[in-house]
């Protein structure tokens, strides 16, 4: 079956070309200014889940996600320390997206080290017309790209002003450099003078970098597709580099109903909710939404699937009953990867006992290990057999202290006819 994609451009199914084509994939990452929260988790979840699943069927991807470590909101939250901040940053989210125990993107580039490309595309752009300088600042000229607003469906006559700037020849215009401010504690040399890039025209410079000027896939949240997106389809396409053929577009998790968001303060950090729930859940709960639709995030639906991880740990533990179809995994994943109703597969091979495929299936999402044993430290069981003697004597409020105290230290004790057997805490 081919594999198809849904492309926010043309509101359509797009189908890949036969593999073994190359798949440059190109995916927007976060703002580095404090610790992610686990929103920031899902396209850097999805796309890598994307990147295996495509590696699979026999495509050969090279999956890109960058991080912006230059940015107006790191100046704002680090006035006088915006590069430490940005480096202390970068290493977090670098650790907690590691902490997912899926393979890392094949590269993650840093705006900060694109500087010299950054400024030899505006150079074009300006050359070209395009852009222009207006006291130290370079503006996209919104007006001179037809197509402005085929992606997010917006009109141009009716688009609305980006940021202000009373330097700018049209309301529409956004900047592509610009000039250093008074107390910003970082900036590189241009024609323009001294100053620092402007959000879209990084992650144009680093696609290309990185990928070349024509690639297959781009995504990134939801959020992104006005006008972050929107302007570096403008920008790149505007000097003649096709970019990408197809817009992928997460949707957003959600906290209570609303868009988690960091400025009301209704978040959790990737770090806090792998450390609460572990990894495999947090992955699993991410299954549970299809990849364009929004989820939601609450100790309800992490518990669900936590509940769901031990149901899979436990038929893995069994034995092979039956053979799976694996082409029912590539029905469901090549028709835009369509995780709910893989997990629910998933769900079917376990109750069958086809765990051969379930292993296969589940190593895809970073789950393959959930069935491996796992060899408790001697002192976990000590305490697990302080607890079962405790049990047979009767001594509950012991028994119950001992267990709690294997729960705190990441251990389940599980009563067995022969004794007991410890489990990791999902």
């Keep these: 079956m081919t594999v198809r994609l849904y492309d926010t451009q043309t509101k359509a199914l797009v189908e890949l070309p036969p593999a073994p084509a190359q798949v440059g994939m190109y995916v927007c990452g976060p703002t580095v200014y404090q610790r992610a929260h686990i929103g920031n988790a899902v396209p850097f979840v999805i796309f890598a889940w994307l990147r295996n699943w495509l590696r699979e069927r026999g495509y050969d991807v090279t999956y ?53 490309e950054i400024v030899s595309l505006i150079e074009e752009l300006v050359a070209a017309g395009n852009a222009y300088e207006s006291g130290g600042d370079v503006y996209f000229r919104v007006s001179s790209f037809e197509t402005y607003g085929a992606l997010s ?17 049209d309301h529409r215009d956004f900047a592509l450099w610009k000039a250093t ?18 959000w879209h025209i990084e992650c144009s410079a680093m696609a290309e970098k990185t990928l ?23 920008q790149s396409q505007a000097v003649g580099r096709p970019f990408a053929k197809i817009w992928m577009h997460n949707g957003l998790l959600r906290f209570t109903g609303a868009k988690m968001s960091k400025s009301v303060g209704n978040v959790a950090t990737i770090q806090e909710v792998i450390g609460e729930w572990g990894r495999e859940a ?69 109750r069958e006992g086809a765990l051969d495929e379930l292993r296969r299936g589940l190593a895809v999402f970073g789950l393959g290990s959930l069935g491996d044993s796992v060899e408790a430290p001697a002192e976990i069981v000590v305490l697990a057999r302080a607890r079962t003697e405790a049990r047979a004597a009767r001594h509950f409020a012991e028994s119950d202290r001992l267990r709690d105290e294997l729960a705190a230290a ?10 007991f057997e410890l489990v990791p805490s999902a």
């Design 282 to 350: 947090a992955l699993l709960f991410l299954m549970t939404g299809h990849w364009r639709k929004p989820l939601e995030f609450s100790g309800e639906t992490m518990t669900a699937a936590s509940v769901q991880v031990e149901s899979l740990r436990n038929a893995l533990r069994g034995e092979t009953r039956a053979e799976g179809d694996w082409q029912e995994l590539a029905a469901v994943l090549d028709d835009d990867f369509n995780t709910p109703a893989a997990l629910a597969l998933f769900h079917r091979w376990a």
């Design 212 to 234: 070349g000027p024509e690639f297959l896939i781009h995504g990134g949240g939801l959020d992104l597709v006005f006008p972050h997106h929107e302007n570096e389809r403008a």
């Design 410 to 419: 990441g251990w389940e004790v599980r009563d067995v006819p022969d004794g």
């Design 153 to 169: 469906g917006q009109r141009p006559d009716e688009v609305e002003e980006q940021e202000p700037g009373a330097l700018k020849e």
């Design 181 to 198: 401010k008074e107390g910003e504690d970082t900036s590189w040399e241009s024609p323009w003078g001294l100053g620092r890039p402007g």
């Design 64 to 116: 890109v996600h960058n991080i912006t470590d230059v940015n107006d909101r790191i100046y704002e939250v680090a006035p006088g320390a915006s590069a430490e901040r940005a480096r202390a940053a970068t290493e977090w989210y670098l650790q907690d997206t590691a902490s997912f125990g899926l393979e890392m993107p094949d590269a993650q580039p840093l705006a900060t080290e694109t500087i010299p």
